[in-house]
Structures are given as C-alpha cells and as structure tokens.
C-alpha cells in the first residue's frame, strides 16, 4: 500500500505563511484536495512530490523522507500547473525524453505505453504547441507516468477544460486509481473534486480545515449559517417577526433591507413566507449574501 503522511507540515516563503501546521494521510484511490486560491495547495503538492522542502514537519511516502530521496523520486509522478514548456516538441518526443531522464531501460517501450495509458497515440507525432488543452494535460499526464509511479499527483487538471475534456480526464483519473495508484488532485470546485475523488481534503489559508468523503464535506458546507439579504414592503415589521419566532441567530435592518443569519437553512427559507404572511408583509426580493465560495470556506475554517 502507498501511503503520504504529512505531519504537522509547515511551508513559509519569506515571511509568507503558504501552509501552516497541515497533517494529512493520502492513500491508495483518488483523493481531492480542495480549497479557494491561495490555499496553499500547489505548494502542499510540490513538498508531496519532492520539489520542495517543508520549512517544518514531516513528509513521507511509505515511512521514508520525500525531500531529497532520489529512489522515493521514482515512484511519484508530478502534473504541474502550469502549460507544458516545450511547444516545439512533439507529444512523443517530450514523453521519451522524460523516459531518458529515469534512465528506463527501454525508453520507447516505456513512451509508448504511457502514450497509449492516455489515449495520445493517435497524436504524438504532432508539436505540443498544436494540442488543445485537454491534449496539453494529457501528454504532461504521460510525461509523469512514464515511469510508472504508484503516485500521481495534479495540480489543477481540470483548469480551463471545456466539459467534454473535463469527462475525458475524469475518466482517466478513476481508471488510473483502479489499476491501484495513490492520486491526488487539487482543485477549488467541489463539485469537480466530487466526481472523481473518494476523499476530500480541504485547506483554506495554509490550514488543513476539513476531511472526509464528499457527502461529510457538502454537509458541512449546507449546515453552516446561511445569510441572506430580504427587501419587503415593510422590513421594520418583518424583522420583528423574525426576531420573535427565534430561528434567526442574527437579524439587522439595514437601508438595504433586513439581513438575516438562518441557523437552520431549509427550514428558514419554508419558514418566511409564513411570517410574512402572517405579519401582512409583501416579500420583494431574498437573496443569499454570502454564497462566495470563500465564505463557506471561511466557515470550515472558524468551526
Ligand atoms: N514562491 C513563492 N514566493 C512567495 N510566496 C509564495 C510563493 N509561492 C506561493 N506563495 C504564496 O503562498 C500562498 C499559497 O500559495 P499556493 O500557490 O500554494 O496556493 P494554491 O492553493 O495552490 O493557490 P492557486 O490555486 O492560486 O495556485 C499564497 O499566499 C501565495 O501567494
């Protein structure tokens, strides 16, 4: 079994906190790690994948050190975000020479395969530069399979695929952690980390905040106190109402109309055409105020 364990990790860039105190233990399967931008994920996944060093903690592949440990090397595989670099190189010629950079044995039977793990075949005679960017993130898949690593972690796959792409990749994800691998992708879409991933981890401002499977994380996220903005024909009269029927923790009357925080989010938005009714308040307009991924991250995070 292949198992990375990070303890109590730690990464600062200057005096720039990017991961702050994270453990988390990814095993075999496909694992999502989840959260807004500048989370911290992409450098969690260059420290997963030897590329960089933790400012403290641990991280371990199997029980051994990551950083600088050439034999651990050989069993990950790295997607990183950004585009491939070598446009002018044709897909096989990019894939073999990452094979001659492993020193494999046999480079073109090594190339050949991982082109063919991907579906590339058909275009690894063309320029990197020609591919769309469902090929791009292929090939860069084939570059770090090509080795066959048990681990194959990704940064961003999905970004900027159209949906067509984006079902392709998917369904390469899961056939690669059915043949047994450990992978890891990190992405700030729940949605897209629920399709594939069995696990969730969540990080949001360097600090691991949730885990689970992804009905434990959608829980979470529409559990937590929802806000919303109500403009009525009398906003005075309606947060009486509220007040007095004690299923708001918080409510304001504002210029803007009355802003309320639901403990209980499906009961509330039953609950208030009833009080408004009750009161003789017409409703004009209900709006959720804090929808912003972020804040559902932020409220992960102050639990
Ligand atoms: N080389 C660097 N030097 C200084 N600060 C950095 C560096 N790399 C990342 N950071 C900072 O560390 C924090 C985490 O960045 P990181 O790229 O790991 O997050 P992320 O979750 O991958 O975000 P994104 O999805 O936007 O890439 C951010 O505040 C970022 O600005």
New binding site residues.
Partial sequence: MTVIRLENVSRW??N?V?VNGVSMTIGPGVTGLL?P????????IHMMGGFLPASSGTVTLDGEPIWSNPEIYRRLGLVP?REAAYDFLTGKQFVLAMAKLFKLPDPGAATARALALVEMEYAQERVIGKYSKGMKQRIKMASALVHDPPVLLLD?PFNGMDPRQRLHLMDLIRRMAAEGRTILF?S?ILEEVERVAGHIEVVVA?RHAASGDFRAIRRLMSDRPHQFLVRSTDDRVLAAAIIADGSARAVELTAKGVRVEAVDFRRFTRLLPRLARDSGVRLWEVSPSDESLESVFAYLVAR
């Fill in positions: 860039y200057g720039v990017a959260g931008n500048g989370a911290g994920k992409s450098t969690l975000e961003e990190s700030h360097g």
